[in-house]
Structure formats: C-alpha cells, structure tokens
C-alpha cells in the first residue's frame, strides 16, 4: 500500500483517475499541484488557480499525536509499528513514541449467588494498555492522507485517538501591539 501512496503523491499524470473517491478536495489539489509541478508542458494558468486554491485550504500542524487504546499489548505493538512505518514512507517526522510500563487496571467484583452467601464473589479485570506517537511538522493535506491511511488500517480492537496542534498567524491587534512596544 505504501507504493501507492507514492506514486499517487510523485509520479501520476493523471491524478484525478487514480485517486479515490474518499479523498477530499484538498487532498486532490496538494496531489495534483505536486505532480504538476514536475512536468514543463503545462499550462500556467492552470497552475496558478490550483496553487491559488491550494494555498487557502492548506494548514499547517505543528505536532499530531496518536494516542492508541488496546487490550492486547501485541497487538497494539505491531500497530504503532505499522504507524511509524508509513510516517517514515511519506517522509513524516516521528517524534516521542512511548508508552506507560503497566497497563491500566479495571476491576469489577461481583456476587456469585443473588440473595444468599455474600463472601462468595467473584472478581473481573480488565487491562488497557496504551502507546503514544508524536509526529511533527505536517502540512493538512499530508495529514489528512496520513491520517486517512493509518485509520482505515486500525486493527480490531483498537482504539485510536488524534489530537492535532495548529500553527496560526499572530492576530492583527496583537502584531500590532507588539511592533509599537518594539519602536
């Protein structure tokens, strides 16, 4: 899967046929501005609204961080090392990837008999473990493709949770405060 994450954001001509209906617009606008980049004999006006389009939906995401749920530490294992696989494929910067040493303990005691013989219990555990992965400096629509390959491959019994940090400008009243501190 990973060679068609490749040719689909390097060498396609034909961008729009090759990619999937559940990618979203701008997803196909960053793939189509990339591979038309590369050719000499395009047409420049097309180029300049896709880039135009491209620009006002693109975000930039300073961290990215994947926190993974499981109660099977195996399995979660393989998981994040799949995640940190495709991450180093599309060129992502991995940062912290760790996890607590003890799972996290859920327990529940129950009585055996309903009405009579209450020190006859009987006690259920459930274990969580969890892992966590810091990708850095990401753009939205690598992001989104990213995001989009890793949870359509999320395994059975596995919970994902993606917390995303975003880089925006500084506010117009506050540059502006700031310039006149400065002078």
């Keep these: 899967m990973t060679t068609f994450l490749k040719t689909l954001l390097l060498n396609s001509r034909k961008t729009s046929a090759l990619l999937p209906s559940y990618f979203n617009l701008s997803t196909r606008l960053f ?12 047409d420049q006006n097309d180029l300049a609204s896709v880039t135009s389009q491209n620009e006002q939906l693109d975000k930039l995401y300073k961290t990215i961080e ?11 294992r393989s998981y994040t090392q799949f995640a940190t696989m495709a991450a180093n494929e599309l060129g992502i ?34 274990r969580t473990w969890f892992r966590f992965i810091h990708f850095h400096k990401l ?7 990213f995001l989009e390959y890793v949870q359509r491959n999320l395994p059975e019994g596995v919970a994902l949770k993606v ?21």
């Design 93 to 126: 910067q991995i940062g912290k990837c760790w996890s607590p040493r003890k799972a996290y303990h859920e327990r529940y005691t129950l009585l055996r008999s309903i009405h009579v013989h209450k020190r006859c219990r009987v006690q259920y555990e459930v």
């Design 31 to 42: 793939c189509a501005k990339s591979l038309r980049s590369e050719e000499s004999n395009i």
């Design 66 to 76: 994947f926190e993974c749920r499981s109660n099977d530490r195996a399995v979660l």
């Design 139 to 145: 753009t939205g629509s690598t992001a989104e493709t």
């Design 163 to 183: 917390t995303k940090v975003l880089l925006e400008n500084i506010p117009e009243s506050v540059s502006s405060h700031m310039t006149s501190e400065i002078a």
